[in-house]
């Protein structure tokens, strides 16, 4: 495709590509430069934070002040950072590239606070119990993890309140307890150890968005297979411009024009119709391109240079035969990120059904975030396209329906295939009456979705 595409336009044009997209990479790259470098440092004042709450004995405690402290922290930082593509008027292309990167520091940040906020209250518990008679004798909380992906109580707390003698021997299970939840299952790293700026850069570069005391790494790095990622993760991102330069924009522009000609409602709809049709296999393209730039591709080479070995990034998603089953497999970091610190912290107090539906609420919404930042309109396409998927997906776990794993199977592609279609009709109906941003900004909507 990329050849048969070269020659083409080298005959039409002279030159082997058009330039459309490729230009916009190189507009203002020192501004994206320098602003990724003052973002991403300015997620490390997550460590001196800590450092505070952990040393205070009064309201900035992790569970009294500190949590709100970095909450407040995070809705400024992501507000701050939203706020800088917008200021310097980049690019779609830059933009893009900026906000989703955003969006993953801030999980990352999220997580590396919330976890050690959890480990410092859980120190505080240990060093009280040197005075037992006013220290809490609940069981220790085991914070979720991806072997225990919903936290658990070590022991009960009959068992640990068995014994009225202070060195008893139910006082000595919770000291335990306490003990190994500050220490990594590998047991090689113990908390507060692990508060430094070495293990802090490790974790911004590992390809995870949960924060854990110690990863599981390879013996060496495979310089072969790191150097054909980086080599595969161009070639698809040239091949992605090529789809969106030859089969996407050409098509948008052509039907944009042919709109604005026409007053007929009866030829309108024909048009984008037409319009629709056009685009569906480029549109399927390039979401498996990318699918396969990040999680294949750009995660493996991370993998790779921090010698991280757990490198399960999706499952076969292809087979999937529900939405939820889609959600679990298709982004197993975001998932892993979700179910630990959205579903696991809010079941106890709301319910599994509740948990449910705050944990795709607040999925749909950063969507949301993410699309409204590239596009410059907040229309909330995404955002209802994403909540639908509930009562699809209970449609999809009754009896009748769940027998049928090949016939779902089908109908969640040609629901996937025709999701595509109608946010692109969407936008492109929302363009024609002059309420959304310009065509050229929806191949990086679908892109993203």
């Not at 003052?38 to 002040?65: E, I, Q, Y």
């Not at 299970?173 to 299952?185: G, I, N, V």
């Not at 789809?243 to 098509?251: A, C, R």
């Not at 209970?394 to 595509?420: C, D, E, P």
Request: proline share 4%; charged share 15%; net charge positive.
């Amino acid at each position: 495709m990329g050849i048969t595409t070269m020659l083409r336009n080298y005959k039409d044009t002279g030159y082997p590509l058009r330039v459309q997209i490729w230009g916009l990479f190189t507009v203002k790259p020192w501004h994206l430069a320098i602003a990724e470098l003052f973002m991403v440092g300015s997620t490390a004042v997550s460590l001196p934070l800590h450092k505070l709450f952990r040393r205070s004995r009064g309201p900035l405690t992790w569970n009294k002040g500190g949590m709100a402290i970095q909450s407040i922290y995070q809705v400024v930082w992501l507000a701050f950072w939203i706020a800088v593509p917008f200021i310097f008027n980049w690019t779609w292309t830059a933009q893009v590239f900026f906000v989703l990167h955003s969006m993953v520091l801030l999980m990352k940040m999220h997580s590396y606070a919330f976890y050690n906020g959890h480990l410092s209250e859980t120190e505080k518990r240990l060093q009280s119990l040197d005075q037992p008679g006013s220290a809490s004798k609940e069981p220790a909380y085991t914070y979720p993890t991806v072997e225990n992906p919903m936290g658990t109580r070590r022991h009960s707390e009959a068992a640990l309140n068995g014994n009225s003698d202070s060195d008893g021997e139910g006082l000595s299970q919770l000291r335990e307890d306490l003990a190994r939840e500050l220490t990594s299952p590998i047991g090689n790293v113990t908390y507060p150890r692990n508060l430094s700026w070495g293990n802090y850069i490790d974790y911004l570069l590992c390809p995870t968005l949960c924060y854990e005391l110690e990863y599981p790494r390879t013996k060496s790095i495979n310089w072969t297979n790191l150097v054909a990622k980086i080599i595969a993760t161009f070639g698809c991102i040239f091949l992605l411009t090529v789809i969106s330069e030859e089969f996407i924009l050409p098509v948008l522009q052509d039907s944009e024009v042919r709109l604005s000609n026409t007053t007929s409602a009866t030829e309108k709809l024909l048009i984008l119709l037409e319009s629709i049709s056009w685009l569906l296999f480029p549109f399927m393209l390039t979401l498996l391109l990318v699918f396969l730039v990040i999680f294949e591709y750009v995660l493996g080479a991370f993998a790779e240079i921090t010698r991280f070995a757990d490198r399960h990034f999706y499952s076969d998603w292809w087979n999937c035969s529900d939405w939820m089953e889609f959600s679990r497999e298709w982004n197993i970091p975001v998932y892993s990120f979700l179910r630990r610190h959205v579903y696991a912290t809010s079941k106890p107090s709301i319910g599994r059904s509740n948990a449910t539906f705050v944990t795709f609420l607040v999925s749909a919404i950063g969507h949301e975030i993410v699309m409204a930042c590239i596009t410059k309109k907040l229309r909330g396409y995404g955002f209802v396209c994403q909540m639908l998927q509930l009562p699809i997906v209970m449609l999809q776990h009754t009896r009748w329906v769940r027998a049928h794993k090949t016939a779902n199977n089908v109908l969640f592609w040609i629901s996937m295939i025709l999701g595509l279609s109608l946010v692109s009709l969407l936008f492109a109906i929302a363009v024609h009456t002059n309420v959304t941003f310009h065509f050229s900004s929806i191949p990086l909507y679908m892109t993203c979705q």
